[in-house]
């Protein structure tokens, strides 16, 4: 059997593999094809016939279960990795935790990540920058400041408290909308990136790909 058609048998294979692994990780496809053609290099020798290089194939398995294996063993793994679940809640309390620099850390392992896709980290990223930090630093910014005193006193012995300064109830309010906002809005965005890495391992959607795998 010539070089070629030998060739040309085990290229449309791992063509074919290529084309079925699109929606794993970059690196796991990389590293699943290089596997495979390296074992079809050791098992093939180089006068090997066609029948010979079918039944080596046949031995491999279809493509498409291959990257199922593949697939089901990376989601596994991922599964038990906790440093996107570490991104989500320093997202939303790290701020809290260890101002400024708890939120940052979220922030960049959310962008090391690979299960969540660009859009996805832009809305962690910018929706309610801190997380419930913010809440907490308008929350002590904006509090009232009434200071009170006791006041003449009245007949029967009771004091009248007088009480001075703080906030119109207008303005306290907006102040109430304002806070609800800043402390609904990273709890719903922390519960939508955990929803997505659920749903973007259904997909094999990674990192800057779409739905289908492929690169955007």
């Not at 939508?192 to 259904?202: D, E, K, Q, S, T």
């Amino acid at each position: 059997m010539s070089t070629a058609v030998q060739n040309h048998l085990v290229d449309e294979y791992l063509k074919e593999l290529r084309a079925a692994a699109r929606g794993l990780p970059r690196s796991a496809r990389s590293e699943l094809v290089a596997s495979i053609e390296e074992h079809i290099t050791e098992a093939l020798a180089p006068e090997a016939d066609e029948v010979e290089v079918r039944t080596a194939l046949d031995r491999l398995g279809d493509p498409q279960e291959i990257v199922q294996g593949a697939y089901d063993s990376t989601k596994s793994s991922r599964r038990l990795d906790v440093t996107d679940w570490s991104a989500i809640l320093l997202l939303l309390v790290g701020g809290v935790i260890v101002p400024v620099i708890g939120w940052i850390i979220g922030v960049i392992l959310l962008w090391r990540s690979h299960v969540w896709t660009v859009r996805e980290k832009l809305i962690g990223t910018l929706l309610v920058p801190g997380g419930l930090s913010l809440a907490l630093i308008l929350s002590l910014a904006f509090s009232s400041k009434r200071n009170c005193f006791g006041g003449p006193v009245r007949p029967g012995g009771s004091v009248v408290t007088q009480c001075t300064g703080g906030h119109s109830t207008l303005t306290e309010i907006l102040l109430i909308i304002l806070l609800s906002l800043l402390v609904i809005t990273p709890i719903t965005t922390a519960i939508y990136l955990a929803r997505r890495v659920r749903m973007n391992r259904l997909q094999g959607t990674t990192g800057n790909r779409g739905p289908t795998g492929l690169e955007r």
